[in-house]
């Protein structure tokens, strides 16, 4: 992204309260939050005109109030790892000032796990805390999820017992949507305490060659006997998750050298499992693929499309449905993808049909080709008049960032 094109269009939009094409460059270029390690691409840092420029945007009335702020924030979140200490703190006084001002509940969302699972300190804390005082009740109802974040994400007992407090207490508050969410919190941190015991249980099997920096098609090949073997994939889905958001992408995403065809072939063959296409953990592999879609051979790429086609009906949680039809629009968006997700928005299923629009609308703001994206656009404004609620209101939020 260089400096005169973001330059230009940043104050085109600001001049316009336009953020359209803003935010389709940065969804564009920012290439899944690794543009800035590779080579030609910065220091392996946001160069300071994007992420100061980025940043201004949060003071802007106008862009507060637009549906795409949620863009920028996410923008930081998928770079958080290459910003600087003194970035990140200029970003957390530039979220806590914005926090009240988002008309957009998604922009609130994830700067509420912003808070809880990335700064995840006893400012954070604060933070959280004071966005639960807010008087209307749209700007609290998010905030419980950067809560159970901070819970499960510190290792600190005293910062984790504060933010339970905190949840405690916001069972008696007087919106209903609020004291909801803050169930649905409760109700995370008891998986994630389960879980905790499952991946304890793993940890001792597999041993301390798990606990190693960095893991190699070795490591791999074990966790990969393990998991399969015990239908267990928890700690598979830790390491693509983990490595590969890492320092392991660094070295990855040169665009040089393929993925290596034992993890390729490994994580493949998890899509034609029925107890991996069950499990709670499938979504975090097609994570994995979206991430490191750069580094995939031509032959690679080719050989995913019929695996992962043929296991999206079969995912059991949305999260993983949704995900496979935004990784075939995104990364193979032909008249191929488009027959299958039209296709599956006619799913008698509505579950499958909930998943779909996510991938349409990847077809129509990605898409070179202005055909396949006005066919995607006409599927999705047939799909407003679906039976079924859930999947209309999918259809909605789609349309509403076309």
């Given at each position: 992204m260089d400096e005169s094109g973001f330059m230009h269009?940043?104050?085109?939009?600001?001049?316009?309260?336009?953020?359209?094409?803003l935010v389709t460059r940065i969804d564009r270029e920012s290439d899944h939050g690794y543009r800035f390690t590779l080579p030609g691409g910065g220091s392996g840092t946001v160069p300071e005109f994007i992420f100061s420029g980025l940043l201004g945007l949060m003071k802007q009335p106008g862009f507060l109030a637009a549906e795409e702020t949620f863009h920028v924030v996410r923008f930081f979140e998928e770079h958080w790892l290459i910003l600087t200490p003194e970035q990140r703190e200029r970003l957390r006084v530039a979220l806590r000032e914005a926090y009240p001002k988002y008309h957009d509940s998604m922009a609130r969302f994830m700067t509420s796990v912003l808070f809880g699972e990335y700064f995840g300190d006893d400012k954070a804390l604060e933070d959280l805390m004071a966005f639960m005082e807010l008087e209307r009740p749209e700007l609290r109802e998010l905030v419980p999820t950067g809560l159970d974040h901070l819970?499960?994400?510190?290792?600190?007992?005293?910062?984790?017992?504060?933010?339970?407090?905190?949840?405690?207490?916001?069972?008696a508050d007087p919106d209903p949507k609020v004291r909801n969410e803050v169930e649905e919190s409760f109700t995370r941190i008891q998986v994630w305490r389960e879980v905790g015991a499952e991946r304890a249980e793993q940890a001792a099997i597999l041993g301390p060659i798990t606990s190693e920096k960095?893991?190699?098609?070795?490591?791999?090949?074990?966790?990969?006997?393990?998991?399969?073997?015990?239908?267990?994939?928890?700690?598979?889905?830790?390491?693509?998750?983990?490595?590969?958001?890492?320092?392991?992408?660094?070295?990855?995403s040169s665009r040089s050298a393929p993925m290596s065809e034992l993890i390729f072939s490994g994580v493949l063959g998890l899509l034609k499992r029925p107890g991996f296409l069950d499990g709670r953990h499938s979504g975090r592999v097609l994570r994995f693929f979206g991430r490191t879609c750069s580094t995939l051979s031509?032959?690679?790429?080719?050989?995913?499309?019929?695996?992962?086609?043929?296991?999206?009906?079969?995912?059991?949680?949305?999260?993983?449905?949704?995900a496979a039809a935004k990784l075939l629009a995104e990364r193979l968006p032909d008249e191929e993808t488009l027959?299958?997700?039209?296709?599956?928005?006619?799913?008698?299923?509505p579950?499958?049909?909930?998943?779909?629009?996510?991938?349409?609308?990847?077809?129509?703001?990605?898409?070179?080709?202005?055909?396949?994206?006005?066919?995607?656009?006409?599927?999705?404004?047939?799909?407003?008049?679906?039976?079924?609620?859930?999947?209309?209101?999918?259809?909605?939020l789609a349309l509403g960032r076309v």
């Open positions: 269009a940043l104050q085109a939009a600001v001049a316009t309260d336009d953020y359209k094409e819970v499960r994400q510190t290792a600190r007992p005293d910062l984790a017992a504060g933010a339970l407090a905190r949840l405690e207490e916001a069972r960095t893991w190699d098609e070795t490591v791999f090949s074990r966790v990969l006997q393990v998991a399969t073997t015990r239908e267990n994939y928890l700690v598979l889905g830790d390491w693509v998750t983990q490595e590969y958001q890492g320092a392991c992408i660094l070295q990855l031509s032959d690679q790429l080719g050989r995913l499309r019929p695996v992962l086609r043929e296991a999206l009906p079969k995912f059991d949680n949305l999260v993983a449905r949704t027959a299958e997700l039209l296709k599956l928005m006619k799913d008698e299923d579950n499958i049909r909930e998943a779909i629009p996510e991938g349409l609308l990847r077809l129509v703001r990605q898409n070179e080709r202005p055909d396949i994206a006005t066919r995607a656009l006409d599927g999705l404004e047939e799909a407003r008049m679906d039976p079924n609620a859930d999947v209309r209101r999918e259809v909605e």
